[in-house]
């Protein structure tokens, strides 16, 4: 059972599944894409999360932040391991060994254990069809580690393995398109969400969870530490990465029908957001003043394709 | 409900068949897994089980070896019971989550077909993957031949499950030459062997909403070391769960296990140290080789970890000289029998018997009986003239210029 968060009062008081108790970051946007998820669901939910940020941040023996059934395999197997306990819930439900209600199966990872190390498994799971909904915290970058490139990292960031420099505008690479992805592996539901807008993200994670066989949700985590931002403009930087379109929200039916769901009332240029986090405060020297223009260009052409396959049903 | 799967008294199963039919009869839960020569069949015949309506569970036939293992952790830790089979590169693959399913004491069973590692790539049967396995906190058992690579699935289970142990199990045969020979197998009815094995209910299920868990938290320096020092002394005292198990299928089967097998050990005094199907081989060679007055005998172990110090002490205790077989590359050292056999015997003894190490049927080479004759030939060199008349570890079998090493 999903349920439909109404208003901020109702949001803040449904969190005792996650404790406020935990490591991260103070400003870190993973604890409120948990609280987000945990508050969309009713009824039992099992989580299977990989190694990174979360993982290290909630369940450091002997305490636990998880007042829900929750386990932690590897870096790579978070889908994985919360498909096996799917599989158990299938058989034990036929032998009438487990008589409860369904629940709901969830797997979280980091963009680098989503994008990069887990790709595999999430790719195996999908095509399996389990019932699960994979949710990756977009932070774009390894942050548990301090703050290497992966797979998401935006052209032009400066991460650790990829400084900026005197001879290097940061990462070279764009991002990968995760959604594109995932869609094309014709899971019924994949959508992007932002925490800063959390009735969008309300509605999509219930159609996720509500949605049978394996569904998708990349929801974008602003990191303190990584994008350097002071911890209490956690919600301004991702409101500037919606309005910017840089992180555009939208959602993905049966592989196809493609719906925008937020469309900004005034569309900022991407300078805007770059300019607010010191991983891009680089690319504001001449020389590298080309990135920022083709990182615009990037962004436009992006969102001139999504509305298209909005309007094409494509 | 599954399908009686009608048996006779005696099958002809080939190692892997047996296997097979040991899952289906522990009506095991979840069984997710990769094919890999020599196991392939393994998992080939439990998706025809699943087919024809003899099992009741869930099949998931993954993308990876790793995957195999990972969804086992969860489906284990969600609270049922849960197997796989591996081999080589797969087996390797798997190594991450072997630790994973260790240290959260989830009693999977894991059938190892064992078979040599690349490079060069070779599909035979070596113990190289068995040798990987040792230092991942699971138990290690031996069989030698199809009957015992069915007897021992069945109580891989139990020693498992049991509350005293929770710790996985995986269950050794050679591959090839015991997975892919058929020979006799007495099964046991599908009552019998589901009442041997019982009903298994996971302690701290993830399942059980009443109490919600949390599996595989990060444990620094201070709780790291006690986990891990809480598995060892639980592998390390398994033996007593092991040996129960083995009594009691004994009494149910007539067939009695031990620890460690003593093959006319009562006056010998130059001993064979193996594993595997080896074992049976060189017990053909101590009889015939007895017939030239040499004392000749063998021991064996069921049990590669926990690793049987004093047993292993106690069976060579008067024994002239050893020679310890190592199916493996020692890769820089000596063979790890060698190495823990020699320790057991040196510990444990007053009299200080010759040791030598053979390497041997690396990537699947026959081990003869002419290779056998002649470590015993070398073993009785030893004993007369009360020290090593050779290298301390030779390879034998190997085509070209000798090799041995001290
Ligand atoms: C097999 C393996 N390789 C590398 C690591 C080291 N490692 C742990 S977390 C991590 C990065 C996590 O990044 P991400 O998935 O983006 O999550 P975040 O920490 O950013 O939330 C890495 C590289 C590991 N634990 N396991
Ligand atoms: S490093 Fe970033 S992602 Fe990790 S806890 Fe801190 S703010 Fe959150």
């Given amino acids: ?314 | 409900m599954a399908l009686k799967y009608e048996l006779s008294k005696v099958e002809v199963w080939d190692g892997n068949m047996a296997a097979s039919h040991a899952l289906r009869q522990a009506q095991v839960d979840v069984v997710a897994a990769y094919p890999i020569t020599p196991s392939t069949p393994i998992v080939q015949n439990y998706g025809k089980f699943l087919s024809d309506g003899y099992i009741d569970g869930e099949f998931v036939m993954v993308e990876s070896e790793h995957a195999a293992m990972s969804a086992c952790v969860g489906a284990g830790a969600a609270g049922g019971r849960v197997a796989t089979a591996t081999s080589s590169q797969g087996f390797a693959l798997m190594v991450e989550v072997l630790y994973q399913a260790s240290g959260m004491r989830i009693p999977l069973v894991l059938n190892l077909v064992n078979r040599a590692l690349a490079a060069p790539l070779n599909v035979n049967g070596d113990h190289s993957d068995m040798y990987l396995s040792r230092d991942t906190g699971w138990i290690s058992l031996c069989a030698y031949n199809p009957q015992e690579a069915y007897d021992f699935n069945l109580m891989a289970f139990k020693i498992a499950e049991d509350l005293r142990v929770r710790i996985p199990v995986i269950v050794n045969q050679d591959g090839f030459i015991c997975s892919h020979t058929a020979q006799n197998v007495a099964p046991l009815s599908d009552e019998e062997a589901y009442e041997f094995i019982g009903e298994y209910k996971q302690k701290n299920a993830m399942l059980d909403f009443s109490k919600p868990i949390t599996y595989g938290a990060q444990a620094e320096e201070d709780w790291h070391f006690e986990h891990k020092a809480q598995l060892h002394h639980d592998l390390m005292n398994s033996h007593v769960v092991i040996e129960e198990v083995f009594d009691l299928f004994a009494k149910k089967t007539g067939r009695k296990y031990n620890i460690v097998e003593k093959y006319d050990m009562d006056d010998a005094e130059v001993v064979i140290v193996a594993l595997g199907t080896t074992v049976e081989t060189a017990r053909v060679a101590a009889k015939k080789i007895r017939e030239e007055g040499i004392k000749a005998g063998v021991v064996s172990l069921r049990t590669l970890r926990p690793f049987p110090y004093k047993l292993v002490a106690e069976a060579l205790k008067d024994v002239k000289a050893i020679a310890m077989l190592d199916r493996s590359s020692p890769a820089g050292a000596m063979g790890m029998l060698f190495n823990e056999v020699g320790v057991a015997v040196l510990q444990n003894s007053t009299k200080k018997p010759i040791l030598s190490n053979y390497i041997y049927g690396l990537g699947g080479r026959d081990m003869t009986q002419e290779n056998l004759l002649q470590i015993y030939r070398d073993l009785d060199a030893n004993a007369k003239a009360n020290k090593l008349t050779h290298p301390t570890q030779q390879f034998i079998g190997l085509r070209g210029k000798k090799m041995a090493f001290n």
């Fill in chain 1, 1 to 314: 059972m999903t349920k439909e968060i109404k208003n901020l009062k109702q949001f803040s008081r449904a969190a005792e599944k996650f404790e406020g108790a935990n490591l991260l970051c103070p400003g870190c946007a993973h604890g409120m894409i948990i609280r987000e998820i945990l508050n969309a669901v009713d009824g039992h939910i099992v989580i299977g999360n990989s190694t990174g940020c979360i993982e290290v941040s909630t369940a450091v023996y002997p305490y636990t932040s998880w007042d829900v059934p929750w386990i932690h395999i590897g870096f790579e197997n978070g889908s994985t391991a919360v498909a096996g306990v799917e599989a158990m819930y299938k058989a034990l439900s036929r032998k009438q060994k487990y008589t409860g209600d369904k629940p709901k199966f969830v797997a979280f990872g980091g963009d680098g254990s989503t994008y990069d190390i887990g790709f595999q498994w999430i790719s195996g799971c999908f095509e399996r069809g389990h019932d699960l909904t994979y949710v990756c915290f977009d932070n774009e970058v390894y942050a548990n580690t301090g703050g290497q490139r992966s797979g998401s990292t935006p052209i032009g960031s400066s991460t650790s393995t990829t400084p900026a420099g005197r001879v290097s505008y940061g990462k070279k690479d764009k991002k990968k398109d995760m959604l594109a992805i995932m869609a094309a592996h014709g899971s019924p539901y994949v959508a992007q969400v932002a925490p800063n807008k959390w009735k969008d993200m309300n509605k999509k994670i219930k159609q996720a969870l509500d949605t049978e066989g394996p569904t998708f949700i990349n929801a974008l985590s602003a990191c303190t530490t990584e994008w350097r931002f002071d911890c209490n403009n956690t919600v301004d930087i991702m409101d500037l990465a919606v309005d910017s379109l840089v992180f555009p929200l939208y959602e993905i039916i049966d592989g196809h029908e493609l719906n925008i769901t937020y469309r900004p009332k005034n569309i900022i240029p991407v300078r805007d957001y770059l300019g607010a986090q010191g991983r891009f405060k680089h690319l504001f020297k001449p020389e590298n003043e080309h990135i920022i223009e083709q990182f615009q260009k990037d962004v436009d052409k992006k969102w001139e394709m999504l509305q298209r396959r909005e309007e094409a049903r494509v």
